[in-house]
T-cell receptor, first 114, second 113 residues
Framework: DVKVTQSSRYLVKRTGEKVFLECVQD?????MFWYRQDPGLGLRLIYF???????EKGDIPEGYSVSREKKERFSLILESASTNQTSMYLC?????????????FGPGTRLTVT | AQSVTQLDSHVSVSEGTPVLLRCNYS??????LFWYVQHPNKGLQLLLK??????LVKGINGFEAEFKKSETSFHLTKPSAHMSDAAEYFC???????????FGTGTRLKVLA
């Protein structure tokens, strides 16, 4: 069974803080993704990575950066947290999509920025 | 270009009655399609996937979906709703030629006692 874990289920941070959200998968997947989910807006892709040290911007990368130093770990960084980054953050992993493989999701981190 | 449209944002059914959640897709070729379920404050869990092996796909928890190319549909069904089925459901298609996935806007299923 694929397992994707996220470092925190709930997180409260102050405006201006640097925030790290960690994601680890245990199935040797090449692809990893960070989404945010907001009511009425659905899931929006922030960044994804298709290999170690490789990353591409998603649809809403502004205010975020990522790091993938090891295949199993993909970190999302909020350089200076703002209240509009309060959201549910979901990490996912998959084998390459060219093979029609599904994504596996972590449990999510609900981040509140005050 | 691929896209998915979930036709209902909210669906309410009584416990024990059938469930139908509708998804239409747009694609220039026969795509893979997925249904995911998300319970409150949880991540998304794969219910089932279609990858052209069989048009009727059975998933977990008694759900199934039928791929109908002529109707460009992939509707999710269950013969008898259970209270634990109350959740949000997403229809998803991989975006061909990229690493990305396209998510429907979700259908929130309410199950009435």
């Amino acid at each position: 069974d694929v397992k994707v874990t996220q470092s925190s289920r709930y997180l409260v941070k102050r405006t201006g803080e640097k925030v790290f959200l960690e994601c680890v998968q245990d199935m040797d997947h090449e692809n990893m993704f960070w989404y945010r989910q907001d009511p009425g807006l659905g899931l929006r892709l922030i960044y994804f990575s298709y290999d170690v040290k490789m990353k591409e911007k998603g649809d809403i990368p502004e205010g975020y950066s990522v790091s993938r130093e090891k295949k199993e770990r993909f970190s999302l960084i909020l350089e200076s947290a703002s209240t509009n980054q309060t959201s549910m953050y979901l990490c996912a992993s998959s084998l390459p999509t060219g093979l029609n493989n599904e994504q596996y999701f972590g449990p999510g981190t609900r981040l509140t920025v005050t | 270009a691929q896209s998915v449209t979930q036709l209902d944002s909210h669906v309410s059914v009584s416990e024990g009655t059938p469930v139908l959640l509708r998804c239409n897709y747009s694609s220039s070729y026969s795509p893979s399609l997925f249904w995911y379920v998300q319970h409150p404050n949880k991540g998304l869990q794969l219910l089932l996937k279609y990858t052209s092996a069989a048009t009727l796909v059975k998933g977990i928890n008694g759900f199934e979906a039928e791929f109908k190319k002529s109707e460009t549909s992939f509707h999710l069904t269950k013969p008898s709703a259970h209270m634990s089925d109350a959740a949000e459901y997403f229809c998803v298609v991989p975006k061909g030629g990229t690493y990305k996935y396209i998510f429907g806007t979700g259908t929130r299923l309410k199950v009435l006692a």
